[in-house]
């Protein structure tokens, strides 16, 4: 089973050479420390950067550096600072070329409902809506089943939803999964985690061929 910090891990080995890529909250934030580096990665956050590169260590951080969520950041050379118009002029012209999201719950068909639960405060909808909508490839970052244990990827969400049939991957502590016009379909498993595990954990149904591996994470 992984943790938070291997789940980037994978997704990192998602990331290729020239991308643009925007990171979410949470998990997905923590992608940037893990991008291999032999090849050139510009991420992008909506408050206004373009060229972020991972936290700062500790004693490090600069307070007016932030992301979207707050957090401190560092800047690489050449990285540049804008308005938010121009941040999601970048976004709804589909100039960033991999969306990493966090999720609470993802459908069998694509769907993601990430941004509020029913009765609970939440700071708003944030840029999460801009980016599901004009996203070509968006890949979440997840835990597979909540505190009670109960399955988060589903035949069909039951929070509000933030986009509609958008997410192309998922990564979770139990599973590597893909979205595609029959369901979900199983890639890869964490190590030392059987595909009986994952059906178990998995609401939605899960499309299987022959020997499911292991992921690599380096």
Same mark, same amino acid.
């Given at each position: +089973?992984?943790?938070?910090?291997?789940?980037?891990?994978?997704?990192?080995?998602? $990331?290729?050479?020239?991308?643009?890529?925007?990171?979410?909250?949470?998990?997905?934030?923590? $992608?940037?420390?893990? $991008?291999?580096?032999?090849?050139?990665?510009?991420?992008?956050?909506?408050?206004? =950067?373009?060229?972020? #590169?991972?936290?700062?260590?500790? #004693?490090?951080?600069?307070?007016?550096?932030?992301?979207?969520?707050?957090?401190?950041?560092?800047?690489?050379?050449?990285?540049?600072?804008?308005?938010?118009? +121009?941040?999601?002029?970048?976004?709804?012209?589909?100039?960033?070329?991999?969306?990493?999201?966090?999720?609470?719950?993802?459908?069998?068909?694509?769907?993601?409902?990430?941004?509020?639960?029913?009765?609970? +405060? $939440?700071?708003? +909808?944030?840029?999460?809506?801009?980016?599901?909508?004009?996203?070509?490839?968006?890949?979440?970052?997840?835990?597979? =089943?909540?505190?009670? #244990?109960?399955?988060?990827?589903?035949?069909?969400?039951?929070?509000?939803?933030?986009?509609?049939?958008? =997410?192309?991957?998922?990564?979770?502590?139990?599973?590597?999964?893909?979205?595609?016009?029959?369901?979900?379909?199983?890639?890869?498993?964490?190590?030392?985690?059987? =595909?009986?595990?994952?059906?178990?954990?998995?609401?939605?149904?899960?499309?299987?061929?022959?020997?499911?591996?292991?992921?690599?994470?380096?």
């Amino acid at each position: +089973m992984l943790g938070k910090e291997e789940i980037a891990k994978r997704i990192a080995q998602e $990331v290729k050479d020239g991308y643009y890529v925007n990171l979410g909250i949470g998990i997905p934030t923590l $992608v940037a420390n893990y $991008v291999r580096t032999d090849i050139a990665v510009e991420f992008q956050s909506e408050n206004g =950067v373009l060229g972020m #590169g991972p936290f700062p260590l500790d #004693g490090q951080e600069d307070a007016d550096l932030i992301n979207a969520g707050k957090q401190t950041i560092t800047a690489l050379p050449g990285a540049s600072f804008f308005d938010s118009a +121009m941040s999601f002029g970048m976004i709804r012209s589909q100039k960033v070329d991999l969306t990493i999201l966090g999720a609470m719950e993802v459908s069998e068909n694509g769907d993601i409902a990430n941004w509020k639960i029913p009765g609970k +405060m $939440v700071k708003g +909808m944030g840029g999460a809506m801009d980016l599901v909508a004009s996203a070509e490839n968006i890949i979440v970052a997840m835990m597979h =089943v909540n505190k009670k #244990g109960e399955s988060k990827i589903l035949k069909k969400c039951t929070l509000p939803l933030t986009g509609v049939g958008c =997410v192309k991957k998922v990564v979770t502590e139990l599973a590597v999964l893909e979205v595609t016009p029959k369901g979900f379909k199983l890639l890869e498993r964490a190590p030392g985690i059987s =595909v009986e595990h994952i059906i178990a954990a998995t609401q939605a149904p899960l499309l299987i061929e022959g020997d499911i591996p292991e992921m690599q994470i380096e």
